[in-house]
């Protein structure tokens, strides 16, 4: 039997996950671009609309699965809650980002120790501002996280969600 306690995940979530990691390979080696015999314009409208609605996807549900968390839970709770997932993403953030700078940082030193210092400039805003590869998605959302506990403190679970829809809608247009 299971508990108010347990998490409840629909099997749907499940094959969608699977469903849309399946569109982000696809989209990231360019699975359609070499395709005979499909129209450009197919294509373009394949990966525009079917294989990038892959990260919105992956917000969503897992801003789902953390707001269900959060709900019915005192300020403390949430924070601490928050504070756990945000933990449980800084891991493999700040692992792969030393890899990301120091990696690089080898073939720099190779031409001269003073580049190093320029390049230590570029890669510390690269992994503040935009990190390479798929490390802006855990940035992404620690930061979302935040956002959504902070407002948690002001509004109502209802009115988080009106405005977390509408920051949503304004960052697709």
């Not at 892959?54 to 969503?60: K, R, S």
């Not at 510390?124 to 998605?137: D, E, N, Q, T």
Request: with cysteine.
């Amino acid at each position: 039997m299971i508990t108010k306690s347990e998490t409840i995940r629909p099997n749907a979530v499940d094959l969608l996950k699977v469903i849309f990691c399946v569109f982000i390979i696809c989209l990231h080696t360019e699975f359609l671009d070499n395709t005979i015999g499909v129209s450009l314009n197919l294509t373009w409208i394949i990966k525009q609309y079917f294989f990038r609605l892959a990260v919105p996807f992956f917000f969503v549900t897992s801003g789902y699965f953390l707001g269900e968390e959060l709900k019915g839970k005192d300020n403390a709770e949430r924070w601490n809650i928050i504070r756990k997932y945000c933990i449980r993403l800084l891991k493999p953030l700040a692992i792969f980002e030393i890899i990301n700078i120091i990696l690089p940082a080898v073939w720099v030193l190779k031409d001269g120790p003073e580049k190093l210092v320029s390049y230590g400039i570029d890669a510390l805003k690269s992994a503040v501002l935009y990190p390479p590869g798929a490390l802006w998605y855990l940035q992404a959302s620690i930061f979302g996280a935040l956002l959504i506990g902070s407002l948690m403190c002001f509004f109502s679970e209802r009115k988080v969600m009106i405005i977390g829809g509408a920051i949503c809608i304004c960052s697709f247009m």
